[in-house]
């Protein structure tokens, strides 16, 4: 089956970078609301270019009125991933942008279609037999919350809930898909350090491990590889960094600025890699504006503006490096993962990228939480994020974060 004709199933169409224009105006002009402000994000000047950061195939699509004005938007990723430690496929659904219902007069539905992706997107041609799809939001985000729907605690045994049906005005209860929640994590967005943690003190030292931090060299291009894709293959969804068309030399390819020197790496006493990420800023793919501060971090601004710091103002771009493919070896203790972290976030502020910055960006999981290296030597905020899976009533093929060892493989930051 052709992409083109299943969406048309669906009265959507498959859109291309010739769509730009009409994509840009409908995704510029929606925001994501939470209940204290509202994330303004713009993909200019080519909405494709942050597609082909996620992932090379990525296919969007549009939902047209009778009159041919796009009324809603999706986009879908496909990316190679780790599933019982074999290579395969997952699928990201992401960008959902819609018309408020009362203002739109077409007939698609982005809810039907996604339970067509999941029950026939195998037999799609272009998504490369992929049949898991996910897709993720901001759990104060009062519009995707209504639409995605959470799992239905307590109907099942603790380890197997029943997720509630996704609301959906057109659909049969029967006929909506299902979510189960995949990962429950927060966006941490660092500001700046506290005093002390810029003059040196409030190191963390609970574990007495023995570790250096240095920045990423070519010269250890293959053994970063290998230590990543090591971390991932024993994860649900992890992706896959080995061999020379692996996620990172793609990241290499595609991502604006992004190299080995991106990457602070940590070494125990025999040189071993326990710990790494990489810095990146996506600004030329994706810009994020906000609409106002949240009241609780306008005295944080205040402060930060009177020692020169560069301070986010409402309505003007936000500049933000994230941290990505961060991976603390699965072996450490808990305590040692702290300090690993620790040591790394330390020597990422020595380097002085951050100043370039308005925010530090990262993705923490509430599994294995590094919050509280955050919390004491930084400030920060914290938004809460579900990453869930998006399934058939009938599926069998069902993962949740109650049966994972580690969080499943995710960039917050592509999403």
């Known amino acids: 089956m052709k992409l083109n004709d299943f969406a048309a199933k669906f009265d959507s169409i498959v859109m291309t970078p010739e769509d730009n224009p009409e994509i840009q105006t409908l995704y510029n002009r929606i925001a994501m609301t939470s209940e204290n402000f509202s994330v303004h994000t713009k993909k200019s000047p080519d909405y494709f270019r942050f597609l082909t950061y996620a992932a090379e195939n990525h296919h969007v699509f549009g939902f047209p009125n009778p009159r041919g004005e796009l009324e809603g938007l999706a986009a879908l990723i496909i990316r190679p991933c780790y599933i019982d430690g074999r290579p395969d496929r997952v699928g990201h659904f992401l960008d959902l942008r819609f018309k408020r219902r009362r203002d739109r007069t077409g007939t698609g539905d982005w809810k039907s279609m996604a339970l067509g992706f999941t029950r026939v997107g195998r037999e799609i041609d272009e998504l490369e037999r992929c049949r898991v799809f996910h897709g993720s939001y901001i759990t104060t985000n009062i519009y995707a919350t209504a639409a995605i729907g959470k799992e239905k605690k307590g109907a099942l045994p ?31 967005n660092i500001y700046a350090r506290k005093p002390q943690k810029a003059i040196g003190l409030g190191a963390f030292k609970n574990s007495g491990k023995k570790f250096t931090v240095a920045a990423g060299e070519e010269k250890d291009r293959d053994e970063l590889k290998n230590f990543l894709d090591a971390q991932n293959r024993i994860k649900t969804f992890g992706y896959i960094y080995s061999g020379e068309n692996g996620e990172l030399e793609r990241r290499f ?152 060892a580690h969080p499943p493989g995710h960039e917050m930051v592509l999403m």
């Open 253 to 404: 390819k595609y991502w604006d600025g992004f190299s080995m020197a991106s990457f602070f790496i940590a070494r125990d006493s025999a040189g071993t890699i326990i710990g790494a990420f990489g810095a990146f800023d996506p600004g030329k793919g994706r810009q994020i504006y906000i609409d106002a501060l949240p009241p609780d971090k306008e005295l944080i601004a205040k402060l930060g503006a009177l020692v020169g710091l560069k301070v986010p103002r409402p309505n003007e771009n936000i500049d933000i490096l994230y941290l990505t493919s961060l991976e603390l070896a699965h072996g450490l203790s808990a305590a040692e993962r702290l300090d690993v972290f620790d040591g790394l976030l330390t020597a990422l502020y020595k380097s002085g990228l951050p100043k370039a910055y308005h925010i530090v960006s990262f993705c923490d999981y509430n599994k294995q939480s590094l919050l509280e290296v955050v919390a004491r030597g930084y400030m920060y905020d914290a938004t809460p994020v579900l990453l869930y899976q998006l399934h058939a009533p009938e599926a069998v093929e069902i993962y949740r974060e109650s049966g994972m």
């Open 158 to 188: 603790k380890t197997e809930p029943r997720p509630e049906t996704a609301k959906s005005v057109d659909a049969k209860p029967a006929e909506a898909f299902l979510v189960s929640n995949l990962a429950s994590y927060q966006s941490v």
